[in-house]
Structure formats: C-alpha cells, structure tokens
C-alpha cells in the first residue's frame, strides 16, 4: 500500500488511522503542496491517493469503504494472514482471499461495524452519519483553526521542514508560501465552510458533540473503534503538536475518549 499524502492533512491522517489500526502495511509519499509533482502521474491531483498492487483509489471515504470491505473479506476467508512483515503481499502465500492478501496484519479489535459483545454498538446509519458529519464539518473547523492566525498556520506547515524528499529550498518554499497563503484566505475559508462566531468555541462544541454521540460507550462502535471511530481520531491526530490540538483537549470533553483510542 503506497500512501501518496500531505504530513498534516485530515483527509490523509484518516486513512493512516484506518491502516494503523488494521496493521495494514503501508509506505507513505510526502506530496509536494506546491509542485504536486509526486503525483503528476494521476489525472486526480488531490491527496490522499492510495495505490495498491497497481490499483489507484482517491477520496478518503471511498479509499476506507474499499479497504474495509477487503479487510472483512479477509477476515472472514480465514481471519489473520501469514505473518510475513509488510512487503507487497506477493510473496507466494497460497489460495489468499480478499484483494488485501497478504498484506493484512489481522491487527484492530473489532471490524467496520462495530462488533462482537459491543455494549450498543452504533448502526450502520449512525455510523455512516458520523463518517459525513466528519467530512462535512469536522475536518472544515479544523481547518479554520489551525489557519486562524498567522502563527498557528506556521506552526501547521512547520511539518514540511522534516517531511518530504524534496530539496531544502522547495521546502521553504512550500512553508513560506503555503502558511502565508492559507492564513490569507481563512477569513474565506470561514464563509465558505459556514463556521461562524469563536471558532474555537466551535470546534469544543464539535468535539462535545461527539463525546454526546459516543454516550456511555467507549467508542461510537462500543467495545471498539467503527469507521467514525477512526475518522474522528484520524482528523484530530493531524494536529497533534499543534496550539488547536492542545486547547481542543483542555476545552472539551473529548480527551478520555481520545485517549482510549
């Protein structure tokens, strides 16, 4: 599995959580925000795009819906596959089923749909509901957060002095220019996403009304993580280090469920 990414991006750090969690081996290409000329070779120009065995899937959701369908297949075509660490799954396994083969770790505690002696476990409705209200709202109040001043939009694209493989001065370039750029254009980003008012206040009231969804159970798919489980964590893991990050923990209520994560 081959991740061509943004370090820092939501979209991008919810399917690392989806393959985290399922231990599915993957190698990860920082994308230059500026160029993009990691990936010119797709007709698709946004991340994340995932490729596996040759096979190109775009669109964070849809990447996820695919990789979990294949997960459960594996799964119930013989549960765990040979223990072989990581590579490109074609090292000779036998009569694999599912298209993950044997890339698939077996890893996670339960599968998409919550599962197994789960205490009320969402629905597939609540739990697709939750996956949108991420993609529809979540990800846009971060995203005015962490650009919300100056500072905080360098301390976001302060990632591409580690990451990447591209030399020093496109580095700097894509920090400069991208941080000075979407701090620009957030009081833009506000209208256009519809965030209104404090948008701190907005993001610990999102983070509330999860907690709220969660209830008494330890994740939305109750003994363990369902996708919406993942999705959340995977947005707000992008901004770990961050001042939005801190202050989203000490302002709302949802650092325990985070933690169990």
């Known amino acids: ?38 990936i010119k ?10 490729v596996v065995d040759g096979e190109q899937l775009n669109d964070s959701s849809a990447i996820i819906s695919r990789l979990a369908a294949e997960v459960r297949a594996t799964q119930a075509a013989g549960g765990k596959q040979p223990s072989g ?27 998409a749909g919550g599962g197994g002696g789960a205490p009320m476990p969402a629905t597939a409705a609540e739990e697709e509901m939750w996956r949108r209200w991420v993609d ?9 957060n962490i650009y919300r001043n100056m500072h905080e939009s360098f301390q976001t694209f302060e990632y591409i002095s580690e990451a990447g493989n591209f030399g020093w001065v496109s580095r700097e370039a894509a920090r400069v220019v991208g941080a000075t750029l979407m701090w620009g254009i957030s009081g833009k980003l ?19 009304d999860w907690v709220g969804a969660v209830g008494g159970r330890a994740f939305l798919g109750g003994d363990a993580p369902d996708l919406a489980d993942l999705a959340v964590f995977g947005v707000i893991r992008a901004v770990v280090g961050t001042d939005t ?3 989203l923990m000490q302002n709302s209520q949802i650092g325990g469920w985070y933690s169990r994560m």
Not at 13 to 34: G, M, Q, S, T
């Open 1 to 38: 599995v081959v991740l061509y990414q943004y370090e820092v991006c939501p979209f991008c750090c919810k399917v690392k959580a989806f393959l985290d969690y399922y231990k599915i081996p993957y190698r990860c290409v920082e994308v230059n925000p500026l160029t993009k000329a990691e």
């Open 41 to 50: 070779w797709s007709d698709y120009k946004k991340v994340p795009v995932v």
């Open 85 to 111: 660490s990581g590579g490109s799954g074609s090292s000779g396994a036998p009569a694999k089923k599912g298209w993950l083969g044997g890339l698939f770790g077996g890893g996670g505690g339960g599968s």
């Open 136 to 144: 529809d709202w979540l990800v846009k109040v971060i995203t005015v």
């Open 190 to 208: 506000r209208k256009k996403y519809g965030v209104e008012g404090d948008v701190r206040e907005q993001l610990y009231k999102s983070a509330d």
């Open 245 to 247: 990050f801190n202050d």
